[in-house]
């Protein structure tokens, strides 16, 4: 019979600092209220000592879905990582996170698919499981964004946004009768790379690194807001539905949604969009704030252990992030 894949655990790590917007407000200028009318972010989490890379943020997560799954570290034999803030320039997260899992040979791969890097994670697990290729494949977003934010008022739209975090899943093959992965499409388009990128250092240019670069901030985060809000809530809905329609499903079907959390205005007008009823739709914006690649397994990992997914759940799910790149997924537990 033709192998499947699905998610057969998952884990989340959050550091314990939490950052309120006030405590924010203490740094630049901005406020509770703005922060919370617009994005719906009312904290996050920030690493606090040095040095704590995503890889260290990922270690307890993979960890907890590789109990929860009932395996041993040592049947993981593939590791993906989804960063676009890996623990240094090179080599990737995924090589630091297989020393820490002590996993010798084991291989990795860093995607650098932005908050759209789980989802593309997930469909190389995918491919790799059907395909036989491997059998227990460890698919991690992490982040540690707080060491790369403008704490001032230039860079104060994109500051409040962030948080640091790891959400990991561990993905084998689907038994009984759950489908497991049923569908998944991934999307880029790069004419809009520009408008929500990291630009310093840029091998492209000869140096990498200017003074020039450095005082402009060319080496924080920069966001054409409006245009990310625009494109994020036209292509979640349109990866939502072509998606549901490639599994064979409608919303209806749907037990619940994990989407992309980028901002509470646009979890709330996709979903508007999609008619889905707000209590099937998971929002942990509020918490944690945007934690780009780690978003969508933290909240598959929170609702397993809150009893809002089990076996049996259709769960869709649905990101967009930089690159533009954006994904969607359905997946039966
Ligand atoms: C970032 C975002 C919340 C900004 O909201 P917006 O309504 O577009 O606000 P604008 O950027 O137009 O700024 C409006 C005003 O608030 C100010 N402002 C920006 N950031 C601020 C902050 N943190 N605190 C207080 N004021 C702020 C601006 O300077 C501007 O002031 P002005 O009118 O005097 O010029 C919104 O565009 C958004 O969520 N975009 C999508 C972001 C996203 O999804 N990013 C990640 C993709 S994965």
Redesign the pocket.
């Known amino acids: 019979m033709e192998k499947r894949a699905t998610i057969v655990g998952s884990g989340h790590y959050l550091p314990p600092k939490v950052v309120t917007n006030n405590d924010l407000a203490a740094m630049f200028?901005?406020?509770d209220e703005?922060?919370t009318q617009?994005?719906g972010i009312r904290e996050r989490r920030f690493i606090e000592e040095s040095p704590t890379g995503a890889s260290d943020l990922a270690l307890p997560a993979a960890k907890m879905a590789i109990e929860q799954a009932g395996r041993d570290i040592k049947d993981v034999d593939a590791i993906i990582f989804a960063t676009l803030s890996p623990d240094i320039n090179f080599p990737g997260s995924g090589c630091f996170l297989g020393h820490k899992l002590g996993l010798p040979g084991v291989p990795a791969l860093d995607i650098r698919n932005q908050?759209s890097g789980f989802i593309y994670g997930l469909s190389v697990a995918d491919a790799w499981i059907r395909s036989g290729m491997y059998r227990n494949v460890l698919v991690c977003g992490a982040e540690v964004h707080s060491t790369g934010l403008d704490f001032s008022e230039r860079g104060?739209?994109v500051a409040?946004?962030f948080g640091d975090g790891a959400g990991v899943a561990l993905v084998g093959e689907a038994t009984g009768d759950s489908k497991g992965i049923c569908a998944l499409e991934l999307h880029a388009d790069g004419s809009g790379a520009e408008d929500?990128c990291l630009l310093a250092p840029m091998s492209r240019n000869i140096p990498r690194l200017t003074q020039e670069m450095f005082d402009e901030g060319l080496h924080y985060p920069r966001?054409n807001?409006?245009q990310?809000?625009r494109w994020?809530t036209q292509k979640m809905p349109e990866v939502a539905m072509s998606v549901l329609a490639k599994a064979g499903l409608t919303i209806d079907d749907i037990d619940l949604f994990v989407p992309?959390q980028?901002?509470m205005r646009?979890n709330q007008m996709v979903a508007g969009k999609l008619g889905i009823a707000d209590e099937k739709v998971v929002h942990n914006i509020q918490r944690y704030g945007?934690t780009t690649a780690a978003t969508i397994p933290i909240g598959i990992s929170e609702s397993w252990r809150e009893g809002k997914l089990g076996p049996g759940s259709k769960v869709l799910t649905v990101a967009?992030?930089?690159g533009f790149t954006w994904a969607g997924g359905v997946i039966e537990f």
């Open positions: 200028p901005t406020s703005w922060i617009r994005t908050c104060r739209d409040v946004l929500l966001m807001g409006r990310v809000f994020a992309h980028a901002n646009i945007n967009f992030g930089a």
